[in-house]
């Protein structure tokens, strides 16, 4: 099991944006900016689809997905790897959806991404960049 | 032929940090914090590797990379896609060495991405986000 830090989590709360990447199933990789994302439990992040166009279509086709926690005001970097499943139902998704809703009123907030955490590594400029930590 | 526009241009210029997404030969993606990243031309990105791992084991075994232009203080939000060759010598590789090292006296500047732009996008926050633009 695999699960975020306190400080990983700390930092991941206090950015506004993240950064999520994910490949199609050539192995083109996208990138994009995520505003409405959330800590489930310290082995699982969700970030709501509002959006998104290639993020979806890429992970339905190749269900993985790597974000990395860094910026101004935040301590460390970490980069995190996991596999991912699209929800848009259930609990979990009504509950997210709520919080989502009361920040941005008018986004569609139609479906989630459940990201189950595999690798986590540090991206702390210096040699140990890219080094696995948990 | 991709170029760069002029807004696209403004915006990479003013970011400290950019998110470089690549991914491996199975499709599992990563991003990483970028730097020492400079236009080289409208059709180029040049990233410095200083403290690169997965991103250039990545590309070794799958040349593609993703950046987005996106922060506070600039105007817009880009998506880029780029086909990527690593450099390590000649002259273009030189002078981008020099001004890496006049900024960073400290990293090791050894080799760089050279990331011919193939696709262009938006991810300003809105049903449009991901379309194509250039």
Known sequence: MVQLTDDLIEAFNA???IPLATADKDGVPNVAPMGA???AD???ILVMDNFMQK???NIRENPKA???VWGEGVKGCFQIHGDVTYEDEGEQFEAFRKETLARMPHVPAKGMLVIKITD???C???PGAGNKIV
Do not use: D
Request: positive net charge; without cysteine.
């Open 120 to 122: 986590i590594y540090t």
């Open 15 to 17: 950015l506004r944006i």
């Open 42 to 44: 310290p082995e699982t």
């Open 55 to 57: 993020t979806v279509a």
């Open 37 to 39: 994302k959330s800590i």
């Open 66 to 68: 790597a974000i990395y």
């Open 124 to 126: 702390v400029a210096g």
